[in-house]
């Protein structure tokens, strides 16, 4: 079965994102810039992989489809383009949003809850849960892996990483690398669901 994977750059206080949707605040380098490239390039949007020199037809290796809120597909908008992600399918969660005329984007209004566990008795790469975290809070209960980009500062305020009910979760920390920014990036796996403290 397809695991649904919340990958996420997170700052010292929770956020992934400033008030405003900003994500230019957190400290880049060039060898983690090159890892997260060689390692997830379909985390890189279709639409900016010729300014970095990625081709853009660079396979897929963890992820072939991608969920998120309309505040992460907003940016893509902005920069012209109603498909962020056009090299996986992609579901954007949203009761405003305006049907998208493209085979690749899928908006939708419905539990989103029952069409990740669709997704995932689907054949294929794994699902990644993109943002936000309103998003993220409601699928909580289906986010098999977590993988945190923790960079060194503080946003003070912004959106969450989960937002949503009091759910406590049990996580086990799998692997860990650390970059010469000072951020790092943490694998963490569910724990067995018969040991996660009750709400």
């Known amino acids: 079965m397809r695991k649904l994977v919340y990958y996420a750059a997170v700052s010292l206080d929770g956020c992934i994102a400033g008030p405003q949707g900003e994500y230019d605040f957190y400290p880049t380098c060039e060898d983690m810039m090159a890892w997260i490239n060689e390692r997830y390039p379909e985390s890189v949007p279709t639409h900016i ?6 081709p853009k037809d660079t396979p897929n290796k ?3 489809t991608v969920v998120m809120g309309r505040g992460t597909y907003e940016p893509g908008l902005a920069a012209g383009t109603d498909s962020p992600y056009n090299h ?10 305006a049907p998208v005329d493209n085979p690749q984007v899928e908006v939708v209004d419905t539990d989103p809850v029952e069409l990740v566990r669709d ?10 849960l993109c943002g936000g975290g309103n998003l993220a809070g409601r699928l909580l209960g289906e986010v098999d892996q977590l993988i945190i980009k923790s960079y060194p500062v503080i946003a003070g305020d912004g959106v969450p990483v989960f937002t949503g009910n009091f759910q406590p979760t049990q996580l086990t920390v799998t692997a860990r690398q650390e970059f010469s920014s000072g951020a790092q990036v943490t694998w ?3 724990a067995p669901r018969s040991t996660e403290v009750a709400a």
């Open 119 to 128: 997704l995932k008795k689907q054949e294929g790469l794994d699902i990644w």
């Open 88 to 97: 996986m399918k992609q579901y954007v969660f949203s009761s405003t949003l």
């Open 62 to 64: 963890k992820w072939d």
């Open 188 to 190: 963490f796996d569910r």
């Open 49 to 54: 992989r010729s300014l970095i020199g990625m």
